[in-house]
């Protein structure tokens, strides 16, 4: 324990998990340019898949039929699946409102989802223009919601129950409540409204589930509202859930969202798990485990990846100022024969690949750069969660987090 | 020996390469979507890139200081690289003759090149459009060929002295001469108005290498015409070059492409190796080996990989009716648990992926869909040669050929 910082190992069915741990997105059963093998060289512990996109296609019989997610994706390690809630309404809520970023979500991966809120989503926290002429794609309502399939126009409805049924076809080691996901654009009033729905519909996920064999995990939702974040927690946190994830907005800024953690996890049971929903970026992995937070997901270092945004350590020039990123097309790589970051052992790194050929690969749109640009910042992260659970044993959580916050403001 | 097949080594200053062997093809410095590992994985013993590509990106100065091919690309086995002249050449003739699968080459991989009058493309074979208000974007003299950059409009000039120094600043185990390269659309007249210049041309780039580090192939040219055959095969066999490639238009049809390879290859030196460029379907493979070819290239494993055809041995229902390939896609593979082709040793066929999970990594457009075809692909072909190989050593060539060409006729 240093501060609210917490290490464990979460045990599945699939294997341990040792926390502070982050997950992979897969969102349609296949994380972005890497194989199981690569994951595993990798050192990721855990995948999150979302059960929107796998409702869709395949279908959720399809999977089960051929042996669950598992053996579909052919990945032996632990599996997460999101309840399909963001994806259904943001895909409505975005178009409604004209929240950029949301639109731009599909066909991208949006697994980590229940990123609406997030501090970095700038877009997000903008005033909603009404675009009255403009169809809306999901409707919510006390039952669930019904949406428009983004694939096809199709409609669907998705419940408590059925993202259980869902999820359970699915067969992931640990599987989310289904509940109802509100943005910086909602009000007090609207996210009370939502709160309560999502509360609801908790205790009809906890009577809906049939298999033993997963654990299911409660959403806390209550915007950037301490009464409602508070209430939430207290709610979630007092029913048999095997953990809690952290949903929903969380504010318009990372001040914001640090207090959203400081008013929640205290309040829930502290023998049981939280998973942070839709958080990834170095500064708040380190900032969030030092909250209380054990598990993430997000989908920003497959995507930075296929952007060619690399994340390099502070001995590489990584820095809260460039957000440890390294953009590998600049023009100023073009003859450089080193690695991407001399610190890190990923396969990229350790292959003899140079930023000058990377550059060359992302120029020329070889399908090769994916794959070494995501085996790279995947590598990352995973030495980053190592790094934090050793800091944490020895005490030292805050020494790592200095060196990172410091880093050095030398162009990466 | 079997016939005019044959087995041998090549040995390069990056390894040997047993023979008959295919080169798999990484135009821009890359294999499309695999990595070195993933190529010593599939047996790759060579690979191709491509002059006119890396010319133009990240240009040859820039690889040669960066320690070369090799290293630029982290591949430690032998390199071909192919002039350049075929691409110079075919974009400017495919636009002015409106050719259609000529101008859909770029930026798509082209680097196996000469591929301009392959029996299998179809489109080479139409009669040629006058469009006189399209502008020419190569133009050829005695001195070499000047041609406009698909990627920027800038121009360019390639001459055999510019192709080999390129090729020498890359640094292959394996270079071609710079040749001019017809299609079938060409007549007698012109076919041999352009041998002349191949031959004039081969002898410059003998006079123009510099570094005895590298062996120079001649190119036979001749298109279709017996007499430009004998004649190109006589006079480039007759030059010091360290071995020999059939370039050029090989006609209209598998038997034009057969005839052309018996009037050719008797007349060159035996002791010398023999390339056939662009060439790599299943049944040419095995045909064109019983015709004395060594070695080969060709985008097609790499290519039919990337649009979901997966190569298919007879036992699993590939034929000479379906072209050796399966179209993962379709809908009858959608609860199909096994694997592509059980007979292969690849990492995708044995890693657990199912042909219902390759489908919905296609359908989805995952980018591991194209990692895992073409590293079946590739495999598939490697083994195929290894098989040949070992045909030939046993004297069961037609044999083997009988396997493959009789191959049962049911859906693959």
């Given at each position: 324990?240093?501060?609210?910082?917490?290490?464990?190992?979460?045990?599945?069915?699939?294997?341990?998990?040792?926390?502070?741990?982050?997950?992979?997105?897969?969102?349609?059963?296949?994380?972005?340019?890497?194989?199981?093998d690569d994951l595993r060289a990798a050192g990721v512990e855990v995948v999150l898949a979302n059960t929107y996109h796998l409702y869709l296609r395949p279908g959720a019989d399809i999977v089960r039929r051929l042996g669950g997610l598992h053996r579909f994706m052919a990945w032996d390690g632990p599996i997460i699946t999101d309840s399909g809630g963001f994806q259904a309404f943001s895909l409505g809520f975005g178009l409604e409102h004209g929240v950029?970023?949301?639109?731009?979500?599909?066909?991208?991966?949006?697994?980590?989802?229940?990123?609406?809120?997030?501090?970095?989503?700038?877009?997000?926290?903008?005033?909603?223009?009404?675009?009255?002429?403009?169809?809306?794609?999901?409707?919510?309502?006390?039952?669930?919601?019904?949406?428009?399939?983004?694939?096809?126009?199709?409609?669907?409805?998705?419940?408590?129950?059925?993202?259980?049924?869902?999820?359970?076809?699915?067969?992931?080691?640990?599987?989310?409540?289904?509940?109802?996901?509100?943005?910086?654009?909602?009000?007090?009033?609207?996210?009370?409204?939502?709160?309560?729905?999502?509360?609801?519909?908790?205790?009809?996920?906890?009577?809906?589930?049939?298999?033993?064999?997963?654990?299911?995990?409660?959403?806390?939702?209550?915007?950037?509202?301490?009464?409602?974040?508070?209430?939430?927690?207290?709610?979630?946190?007092?029913?048999?859930?095997?953990?809690?994830?952290?949903?929903?907005?969380?504010?318009?800024?990372?001040?914001?969202?640090?207090?959203?953690?400081?008013?929640?996890?205290?309040?829930?049971?502290?023998?049981?798990?939280?998973?942070?929903?839709?958080?990834?970026?170095?500064?708040?992995?380190?900032?969030?485990?030092?909250?209380?937070?054990?598990?993430?997901?997000?989908?920003?270092?497959?995507?930075?990846?296929?952007?060619?945004?690399?994340?390099?350590?502070?001995?590489?020039?990584?820095?809260?100022?460039?957000?440890?990123?390294?953009?590998?097309?600049?023009?100023?790589?073009?003859?450089?024969?080193?690695?991407?970051?001399?610190?890190?052992?990923?396969?990229?790194?350790?292959?003899?690949?140079?930023?000058?050929?990377?550059?060359?690969?992302?120029?020329?749109?070889?399908?090769?750069?994916?794959?070494?640009?995501?085996?790279?910042?995947?590598?990352?992260?995973?030495?980053?969660?190592?790094?934090?659970?050793?800091?944490?044993?020895?005490?030292?959580?805050?020494?790592?987090?200095?060196?990172?916050?410091?880093?050095?403001?030398?162009?990466?």
């Amino acid at each position: 324990m240093d501060g609210q910082a917490r290490v464990g190992v979460l045990r599945t069915p699939h294997g341990a998990i040792a926390t502070p741990a982050f997950a992979v997105v897969g969102t349609r059963a296949a994380v972005k340019a890497l194989s199981p093998d690569d994951l595993r060289a990798a050192g990721v512990e855990v995948v999150l898949a979302n059960t929107y996109h796998l409702y869709l296609r395949p279908g959720a019989d399809i999977v089960r039929r051929l042996g669950g997610l598992h053996r579909f994706m052919a990945w032996d390690g632990p599996i997460i699946t999101d309840s399909g809630g963001f994806q259904a309404f943001s895909l409505g809520f975005g178009l409604e409102h004209g929240v950029g970023k949301i639109a731009s979500m599909f066909p991208e991966e949006t697994g980590g989802g229940h990123t609406g809120g997030r501090p970095s989503d700038r877009g997000a926290s903008e005033r909603p223009a009404d675009r009255p002429g403009r169809k809306k794609l999901a409707e919510v309502d006390d039952g669930g919601v019904t949406f428009v399939s983004h694939l096809d126009g199709s409609r669907h409805r998705l419940t408590p129950e059925t993202s259980i049924a869902v999820q359970e076809a699915l067969g992931a080691d640990i599987i989310l409540a289904f509940d109802e996901c509100t943005s910086p654009l909602h009000d007090h009033a609207y996210t009370r409204r939502a709160l309560e729905r999502t509360h609801r519909w908790a205790r009809r996920c906890l009577d809906a589930r049939t298999r033993g064999d997963q654990a299911l995990y409660g959403i806390v939702q209550g915007g950037a509202y301490r009464d409602l974040r508070e209430e939430s927690a207290r709610f979630i946190g007092g029913l048999p859930f095997e953990g809690f994830a952290i949903g929903g907005s969380l504010g318009r800024s990372k001040a914001d969202m640090h207090r959203v953690l400081e008013w929640s996890v205290p309040l829930l049971p502290p023998e049981r798990s939280r998973h942070l929903l839709g958080i990834g970026d170095i500064e708040d992995l380190l900032a969030c485990v030092a909250r209380g937070i054990d598990t993430f997901d997000c989908v920003a270092p497959t995507r930075l990846a296929r952007n060619g945004a690399l994340l390099v350590s502070p001995a590489a020039g990584g820095s809260p100022a460039n957000r440890f990123r390294l953009n590998i097309r600049n023009a100023r790589h073009a003859l450089d024969g080193g690695p991407v970051d001399p610190a890190c052992r990923c396969a990229t790194c350790r292959g003899g690949y140079s930023r000058a050929y990377l550059r060359h690969l992302f120029q020329t749109g070889e399908l090769l750069a994916y794959r070494l640009a995501t085996l790279h910042n995947v590598t990352f992260v995973m030495d980053l969660m190592d790094r934090v659970r050793q800091a944490i044993r020895a005490g030292r959580l805050e020494e790592l987090s200095r060196e990172y916050l410091a880093g050095a403001h030398r162009p990466a």
